[in-house]
């Protein structure tokens, strides 16, 4: 019984494990990047809020409902 494989075989194996190798790597590296990317959307978030809060000037709402629109509003909310 021969227990040495051929050097196809080995070179098939190499190439497939390289491979699947590259994928988890490409895989995990865009996962990462999208991370990034979240955190940075979170952050920049709140500083863009205070940004507008502190620019605005004081909006008021003159609109007057109807009864039966204000008890719809109450249920909605």
Same mark, same amino acid.
Request: glycine share 2%; aromatic share 2%; hydrophobic share 40%.
């Given at each position: @019984? =021969? =227990?040495? !494989?051929?050097?196809? %075989?080995? *070179? %098939?194996?190499?190439?497939? %494990? ?7 790597? /490409?895989?995990? =590296?865009?996962? @990462?990047?999208? @991370?990034?990317? *979240? @955190? ?6 709140? !500083?863009?809020?205070?940004? *507008?809060?502190?620019? =605005? /000037?004081? %909006? ?11 008890? *719809?509003? !109450?249920?909605? !909310?």
């Amino acid at each position: @019984m =021969r =227990r040495e !494989k051929s050097p196809g %075989l080995k *070179i %098939l194996w190499v190439w497939t %494990l390289g491979t699947a190798a590259i994928l988890v790597a /490409s895989v995990v =590296r865009t996962r @990462m990047h999208d @991370m990034e990317t *979240i @955190m940075n959307n979170q952050e920049q978030a709140p !500083k863009q809020n205070q940004n *507008i809060t502190a620019s =605005r /000037s004081v %909006l008021t709402d003159e609109t007057v409902l109807p009864e039966s629109d204000r008890e *719809i509003a !109450k249920e909605l !909310k």
